[in-house]
T-cell receptor, first 113, second 114 residues
Framework: QKEVEQNSGPLSVPEGAIASLNCTYS??????FFWYRQYSGKSPELIMSIYSNGDKEDGRFTAQLNKASQYVSLLIRDSQPSDSATYLCAVNPASGGSYIPTFGRGTSLIVHP | SAVISQKPSRDICQRGTSLTIQCQVD?????MFWYRQQPGQSLTLIAT?????????ESGFVIDKFPISRPNLTFSTLTVSNMSPEDSSIYLCSVGGELTDTQYFGPGTRLTVL
């Protein structure tokens, strides 16, 4: 059973702070990792993907991957109230050529003014 | 990225009835997916719908309860049959998983069963 674990939160941070969202996964051979953002009442949208160990930066977002520890994180710098949403971690399995990800339960982020 | 529409966006249904959800994509895709997202839960894959073949269902989901059609490369339907309040959920279709390992989601259908 492939599992993706996230703290459900809510994670509450003040505006302007760094929000740190974490995710662990069970399938050691997983190759690709994603962060989706889901606003209340909306569908998930992709914000970051990462495939190699280390950091990947895109604007205020940084994804971090450590395959040895089976850990992926998302940092949001200069957090804004508009970042308040649920963040879903998704992991693609290692075998079979399938690109169907396993999703975590999501972490609710609240950025307060 | 693909543009995906779903109909209806929401519905309130009576126990024992069925609802068919439509998903339309603006480009031809081989694989379409149907997910369920229950309140406070993550996305659970119901089935993969490939054009020209039977849908592939995940553990815990059966064709009699969730029949799927895939008549062409841009369209699919999911029917939620003989509904009970436990079927109250958001149902999402998505595409991806072929040339890209990114999933693109439709806006979802919010279903409430009384």
């Amino acid at each position: 059973q492939k599992e993706v674990e996230q703290n459900s939160g809510p994670l509450s941070v003040p505006e302007g702070a760094i929000a740190s969202l974490n995710c662990t996964y069970s399938d050691r051979g997983s190759q690709s990792f994603f962060w989706y953002r889901q606003y209340s009442g909306k569908s998930p949208e992709l914000i970051m993907s990462i495939y190699s160990n280390g950091d990947k930066e895109d604007g205020r977002f940084t994804a971090q991957l450590n395959k040895a520890s089976q850990y992926v994180s998302l940092l949001i710098r200069d957090s804004q109230p508009s970042d308040s949403a649920t963040y879903l971690c998704a992991v693609n399995p290692a075998s079979g050529g399938s690109y169907i990800p396993t999703f975590g339960r999501g972490t609710s982020l609240i950025v307060h003014p | 990225s693909a543009v995906i529409s779903q109909k209806p966006s929401r519905d309130i249904c009576q126990r024992g009835t069925s609802l068919t959800i439509q998903c339309q994509v603006d480009s031809q895709v081989t694989m379409m997916f149907w997910y369920r997202q229950q309140p406070g839960q993550s996305l659970t894959l119901i089935a993969t719908a490939n054009q020209g073949s039977e849908a592939t269902y995940e553990s815990g989901f059966v064709i009699d309860k969730f029949p799927i059609s895939r008549p062409n490369l841009t369209f699919s339907t999911l029917t939620v049959s003989n509904m009970s309040p436990e079927d109250s959920s958001i149902y999402l279709c998505s595409v991806g998983g072929e040339l890209t390992d990114t999933q693109y989601f439709g806006p979802g259908t919010r279903l409430t069963v009384l």
